[in-house]
């Protein structure tokens, strides 16, 4: 269905005159609506080098998606490759004045810094618009098919295929995806301790109880342990309170002694791992689909009420599901069923609620890792069929050419309480044709102009008070 949905788009651009680069779901998890949707370009790629880019392309993804978190929420995302045709390979090395026509213009030495590669942002995203939705495009990466070490970030990361390069993305999705500051204390940029900073994992707070990720001032929901000495001694395992931290070497802090903000090549730590698992499901829902999607539900009294619903899968943690009616605890997993022969008649109330129960999360306070769902289930008396339906065709001989008619008569069942009335219907194939609406004191219809030889089914059905209809007598007139 994904790829139908994704070729119908590139028809229409192709329709439009444009022409749409080749796109390959090279991870698909599931729909776009509820997963974060990376997309590669790569530049410096020849025609006869788009299986090289395939193959880089895949093991970019596989370094992308094999550190945590990326790791334990794999099934979160979908990658898209799009094959991007330069006409040479490489990248532009301005500095030893070498320069390729390239699609996206990739170029070392940007801003005078020989390691940092930029891109034509312009020329990025009149790809991105010709080939992709704009919500298929979260996180944009270009791959630059050049083996020195090199990259950038922004809005478009830009990466080379030296091995470490991921590296290089991975802080700057720290960045831009996870909302995360540099935690190095070198300048440029310069210094600004003055204010604290907006990042969750940088701060100018030293008392114990304020310190942004040591919630409560300790765990459960906090990270430093009491025993942690703060301000933190450097080199001091754990999580802490370590001096110096986005560009500042004094009057800021940082959580742990070295990490990925810090330097390439180390781990998220803690506090930015729940950072950006917390950033993750401000994008996707922890339930990924639930029915009924209607969020009122009717049943007969004595009927059954299913209500299911299907989550998201970490790597290693569970989605529990826990459900409620009437505020009362109700069961836990993917499908409850309630039997309203217990309730009475009138609204009732259900509810769900689908959480992450990683430990990588210590504080929620938006509750972003739980997917809250209720539902109103309306429990009315049954409404049962009405008696005795039956019907026969009579020829009206009070025209003068005479007519024929089905006379169609039945009886109140007395198992109903106070109705409103009944409904009648014809079927016609698949159709259901409303006759007439009749009062709940009338008992018999006339089809009129029915002709000799015909054959119509009816259905009658008792209507309540509220227009809700019981299940149908059914009659057949020949």
């Not at 993917?334 to 008649?345: K, S, W």
């Not at 289930?377 to 339906?389: M, T």
């Not at 709940?440 to 509220?466: I, N």
Request: one cysteine or more; proline letters at 6%; hydrophobic letters at 35%.
């Amino acid at each position: 269905m994904r790829r139908l949905v994704l070729a119908a788009a590139f028809a229409a651009l192709l329709g439009s005159g444009l022409r749409a680069e080749n796109v390959t779901p090279i991870r698909s998890n599931g729909p776009s609506s509820n997963r974060i949707d990376i997309v590669i370009l790569g530049d410096g790629y020849t025609s006869a080098e788009m299986s090289k880019f395939a193959s880089d392309a895949e093991a970019f993804t596989a370094g992308l998606l094999g550190q945590e978190p990326f790791r334990e929420y794999e099934a979160y995302f979908n990658v898209f490759r799009v094959d991007v045709v330069s006409s040479e390979s490489g990248a532009d090395h301005p500095a030893r004045g070498v320069y390729k026509n390239t699609a996206l213009d990739a170029a070392y030495d940007c801003s005078g810094i020989t390691r940092l590669i930029c891109v034509n942002t312009t020329k990025v995203n009149e790809v991105l618009n010709r080939s992709l939705p704009a919500a298929q495009r979260e996180l944009v990466i270009v791959l630059v098919n050049d083996p020195e070490y090199g990259g950038s970030g922004g809005s478009v990361a830009v990466s080379s295929t030296h091995a470490a390069g991921v590296e290089i993305v991975l802080h700057e999705v720290g960045h831009s995806f996870g909302l995360l500051a540099d935690e190095y204390d070198s300048s440029p940029p310069a210094c600004n301790n003055t204010v604290e900073p907006s990042q969750a994992n940088v701060t100018r707070e030293t008392n114990r109880a304020l310190i942004k990720w040591n919630t409560g001032g300790g765990p459960p929901t906090g990270w430093i342990e009491p025993s942690q000495p703060v301000p933190t001694p450097i080199l001091t395992p754990g999580v802490g309170l370590f001096q110096g931290a986005k560009y500042c070497t004094a009057g800021l802090y940082r959580p742990t002694t070295n990490s990925k903000m810090r330097s390439l090549g180390r781990p998220f730590e803690e506090v930015n791992v729940e950072q950006v698992i917390k950033r993750i499901y401000n994008v996707v829902l922890p339930v990924d689909a639930w029915t009924p999607e209607e969020s009122t539900v009717r049943v007969a009294r004595g009927g059954v009420a299913s209500f299911t619903a299907t989550v998201m899968a970490p790597r290693t943690y569970s989605i529990e599901m826990e459900w409620f009616v009437n505020g009362a605890f109700a069961g836990r997993g993917g499908r409850l069923e309630v039997d309203t022969a217990g309730l009475g008649e009138g609204t009732h109330r259900v509810e769900a609620r689908g959480r992450d129960q990683t430990p990588a999360v210590r504080s929620d306070p938006q509750k972003v890792l739980e997917r809250p769902m209720a539902w109103s289930l309306v429990v009315f008396s049954p409404i049962y069929a009405p008696l005795d339906f039956s019907g026969r065709k009579v020829l009206n001989r009070s025209l003068l050419r005479g007519e024929y008619i089905n006379l169609l008569t039945w009886k109140a069942n007395p198992q109903n309480g106070n109705i409103g009335g009944y409904n009648l219907y014809r079927d016609e194939g698949a159709a259901r044709i409303l006759l007439s609406r009749l009062g709940a004191g009338t008992f018999e219809y006339r089809h009129r102009g029915v002709g000799r030889d015909s054959q119509m089914t009816y259905r009658l059905t008792a209507v309540g008070p509220d227009g809700m209809e019981g299940a149908p007598a059914m009659l057949t007139v020949k």
